[in-house]
């Protein structure tokens, strides 16, 4: 028996660790002003970070050419694996053209810091819009995670990666649970299975009762907001954090459910990132993750359960993930409660469900969504938040 007879095996097989050794990072440090640089955004260093903990297992480093088409095309890895977004190191011509392949590349933050280490393997050009268009459906810029795609470097840098150190969260410390933690927590409290939540968004009730939902029929809950780089509009991470830190005191029994950070940043790839999102939450112990409405969508580029269908195309055992899928949750005004299309005796306008726009434009004019929707701690919060007086 492998040494995850206990829990459910990373994705791959062996949970990966990139953080460097005390010896290794001394010695990186002796070579750190003899070594070409490679400056690394805010997503490249969050992808970084995911690869050194093993949340992107099996992923070693950035992508080779050949994983890379394979993801693209196929949303497998060269060896058939299942994985659905390129995790790749672009940069622009002229800072790839002197590097040379064999080669060890010093990584450093946006704050000029060295982070770490790539063992260059691989350099080679790719084609933004097919990436664009293959993963994210559209070749339009002003999706977000086009955008980024289409701002990139021409080149992609390739090979194993090391993290010098795993530095304290600057934010959230106490949240920073990574997979090899995660998974000490599951099995001391005795959870043989637990389900996962992403969401980028503040907790509402909808998401409340989904998870609630879902809490009856497994032993835990790993509530795993996204606290990487996300759209401008977006709530900031740490209002979030605040938020789902009121519904831990409050409205979750404490014994059933972790708070985490997922450090990674958001693609807004829709169908392709739920399966990127729940092969994640694999790799951090998760047995089951819940995909509900239009999952890491944005705008009016995926249908409302694409991302729910998507997983139709693997076999169950292959992503090793159980999905539970949900419709769009409300409050029945019928019958008083939270409850979706197929519980719900009650007709749409008996329905109380706002969207995240709708709820930044009431609080931004100094109005609280209904209790209905937001519980009025959380609400109160927002509205703090985005200063506004109630």
């Known amino acids: 028996m ?5 829990g459910i095996a990373p994705h791959g097989g062996q949970l990966i660790n990139r953080i460097a050794s005390e010896q290794q990072r001394s010695e990186f440090l002796e070579k750190a002003d003899s070594l070409p640089r490679v400056q690394l955004d805010a997503w490249a260093a969050s992808d970084l970070d995911l690869i050194a ?3 992107f297992s099996p992923l070693t480093g950035f992508m080779e050419q050949g994983d890379y088409e394979s993801v693209v095309d196929n949303m497998r890895l060269a060896n058939g694996l299942p994985w659905s977004i390129p995790v790749t190191l672009s940069v622009n011509e002229d800072i790839a053209e002197p590097l040379k392949e064999g080669s060890l590349v010093r990584l450093d933050d946006q704050d000029g810091r060295f982070v770490g280490v790539l063992e260059l393997t691989q350099k080679y050009r790719y084609d933004k819009k097919r990436e664009a268009v293959n993963v994210y ?11 980024v795609v289409y701002n990139q470097g021409d080149v992609n840098l390739a090979g194993p990666v090391w993290l010098l150190q795993r ?5 959230f410390p106490k949240y920073q649970i990574d997979p090899a933690q995660s998974r000490t927590l599951f099995k001391e409290r005795g959870w043989k299975t637990v389900v996962g939540f992403q969401t980028r968004n503040p907790i509402h009730r909808a998401h409340e009762y989904i998870i609630k939902c879902a809490l009856e ?6 509530l795993h907001p996204l606290v990487g780089a996300t759209k401008s509009d977006d709530i900031p991470a740490d209002v979030r954090m605040r938020c789902y830190e009121i519904m831990m005191d409050n409205y979750f029994p404490k014994n059933q459910v972790i708070l985490a950070i997922n450090p990674a940043a958001m693609r807004y790839a829709g169908p392709r990132e739920a399966i990127f999102h729940a092969i994640v939450r694999k790799n ?7 995909v509900g409405r239009d999952h890491a969508g944005v705008g009016d580029y995926y249908g409302t359960y694409d991302a729910q269908h998507i997983f139709e195309e693997f076999e169950p055992d292959e992503l090793g993930i159980i999905p539970l899928k949900f419709e769009h949750a409300f409050y029945c005004e019928v019958t008083e409660t939270m409850a979706t299309a197929k519980t719900s005796p009650s007709t749409p306008d008996q329905r109380i469900h706002l969207s995240g726009t709708k709820v930044r434009e009431l609080l931004r004019k100094g109005e609280l969504p209904p209790p209905q929707f937001s519980r009025p701690l959380v609400a109160a919060e927002l509205a703090k938040a985005m200063k506004v007086e109630e």
Do not use: A, M, N, Q
Request: charged share 25%; aromatic share 14%.
């Open 137 to 147: 459906r559209t070749d339009e810029e002003k999706h977000p995670g086009v955008k």
């Open 2 to 6: 492998s040494k995850y007879s206990d």
């Open 217 to 222: 029929i497994v032993d835990g809950l790993f």
């Open 284 to 290: 951090y112990g998760c047995t089951h993750f819940i």
């Open 167 to 171: 530095y304290p969260h600057p934010l």
């Open 53 to 55: 903990i093993g949340g």
